[in-house]
């Protein structure tokens, strides 16, 4: 009994850090014309080479498929009430995993030439922090790190973006080295049980 004392104050301690409040009736927003530009600046200002074309429609792409998923995910809550909806099969998308796949996918099919898009994974830092997924768009022949982190599960549906290094909230880390390690570690769990 104390047990599920101890995780349901977990969980509440959890949503008050992580709840955004309730989404607008209509669900969010998409980006004003100020902040789509803001975005695109920050995205010519990791470095030379970054075509302004592709910096623009990359902003302007993370701000319309954003909203347009937030629409087909159906959000009206903060992003825990959400996952749990949808881990309840009450709504059909929008975990954060989810939203990073979507948008890494929507980015790619723009074909940039002087941009790339990463998938990162921030692992749980404590026991109050879950696994969270994210797109990182960088310049081209530039790491992740170098990149800007593309969240639209963070704000319910609302997209927020800042560089990779100055994330207070996670540590990102490149998905497929997460996913590796993950497998790994089943695979030795595996290999014990037997």
């Not at 929507?106 to 879950?130: C, D, M, S, W």
């Not at 170098?146 to 998905?175: C, E, M, N, S």
Request: glycine letters at 8%; charged letters at 25%.
């Amino acid at each position: 009994m104390a047990g599920w004392i101890v995780r349901l104050s977990g969980l509440m301690a959890m949503l008050a850090m992580t709840a955004c409040g309730t989404v607008p009736p209509g669900g969010p927003s998409p980006g004003t014309p100020a902040e789509v530009a803001e975005l695109k600046q920050a995205i010519l200002d990791l470095g030379p080479g970054v075509d302004p074309e592709e910096a623009a429609r990359a902003a302007s792409v993370a701000y319309s498929w954003t909203h347009e998923l937030a629409l087909k995910y159906q959000i009206r809550d903060n992003p825990i009430i959400h996952n749990t909806e949808v881990n309840l099969g009450l709504k059909p998308r929008g975990l954060c995993w989810q939203w990073a796949e979507d948008m890494e996918k929507r980015l790619k099919q723009e074909n940039f030439h002087t941009l790339v898009i990463y998938r990162a994974i921030a692992t749980p830092g404590n026991p109050f922090r879950l696994e969270h997924s994210t797109a990182i768009v960088s310049r081209k022949g530039d790491g992740m790190y170098q990149g800007l982190v593309l969240d639209p599960w963070r704000k319910g549906g609302i997209l927020t973006w800042l560089p990779v290094l100055d994330d207070p909230r996670y540590h990102w880390r490149p998905a497929a080295v997460v996913l590796e390690e993950r497998q790994l570690k089943e695979l030795a769990k595996a290999k014990l049980g037997k």
